[in-house]
């Protein structure tokens, strides 16, 4: 599948994401077998992990699906195992598991208590699980590319909290913050085994979780009643974005694919955004 020099540099490593049966955690999983790595599927919903992972050895590649709680470390310990034991190794382990809040998110105006729980509980004590099960397997092999997946909405409150919209994508945005700042210390102290820890920060892609998002918009702004969501979405993306188009999941993998690169080699602790231009750092 591969054909690329960064390819070349990825041929041969095992790649172990989260939350890859859809959207982000998709692009990140098919991007990254493209490159040469097999990788480790894993979705708390196993058919759209087997699904993707069936897409991957369609296109030549190879992959193993798995059934992960992100929440239950036990869970994610016995996927660790058996991607180990499947594949032999991880190289790159992609923390994308993510949830933008509670059901019925995008009919409320604030934030309730389970937006809170689950945001935390997913977005990162879910990253903090991951990375606390398989960084020792690579601290013993004195090598490793961890790439979290945070959110240009942790870096600034523009887009989440503004006059009027209510409060309910706060929980969220300050998850993302959290992953961020968490990306940042786990470098320091993984950088003495050789082991690279970055962060994308993806902008605005059109996801189910956009889509919920744009649905709160509407519900919460009158004046947008006549429009539909994709609409919606179009319209934030060219007020907002100076390149004046949405990112897509293969935008955010082939960002991680650069992280998970010899290239990368002595870039650690940074968050990078692939969002266009709409928040600068």
């Not at 470098?187 to 919920?212: H, S």
Request: with cysteine; net charge negative.
């Amino acid at each position: 599948m591969a054909s690329s020099a960064m390819s070349d540099q990825l041929q041969g490593m095992v790649a172990a994401v989260t939350g890859a049966g859809r959207g982000i955690g998709r692009g990140i999983a098919l991007v990254l077998a493209s490159r040469g790595p097999a990788v480790s599927v894993s979705d708390i919903d196993s058919e759209a992990a087997a699904s993707v992972a069936g897409e991957i050895e369609a296109a030549g590649g190879r992959a193993v699906a798995s059934e992960v709680d992100v929440t239950d470390v036990g869970s994610i310990q016995t996927w660790a195992d058996s991607t180990i034991s499947e594949l032999g190794k991880i190289d790159i382990c992609v923390p994308n598991a993510g949830v933008i809040g509670a059901a019925k998110f995008n009919e409320r105006k604030d934030y309730n208590s389970d937006d809170w729980r689950l945001t935390w509980g997913i977005n990162v004590q879910g990253m903090v699980n991951t990375t606390d099960v398989i960084a020792p397997h690579m601290k013993e092999r004195r090598s490793g590319k961890i790439v979290n997946i945070a959110s240009h909405g942790g870096r600034a409150p523009r887009g989440v909290a503004e006059p009027g919209r209510g409060t309910v994508q706060i929980p969220y945005a300050v998850s993302k913050a959290a992953a961020i700042q968490f990306t940042h210390l786990l470098a320091i102290e993984l950088g003495q085994y050789n082991i690279n820890v970055n962060a994308v920060c993806p902008g605005r892609l059109w996801t189910p979780m956009w889509e919920a998002i744009a649905l709160n918009h509407k519900a919460l702004n009158p004046d947008l009643a006549e429009l539909s969501a994709k609409e919606i979405f179009d319209r934030n993306i060219k007020a907002t974005m100076p390149l004046g188009r949405e990112q897509t999941p293969e935008d955010i993998g082939k960002a991680v694919a650069f992280l998970a690169s010899e290239d990368a080699a002595q870039i650690t602790g940074q968050a990078l955004n692939v969002n266009g231009g709409a928040i600068l750092n």
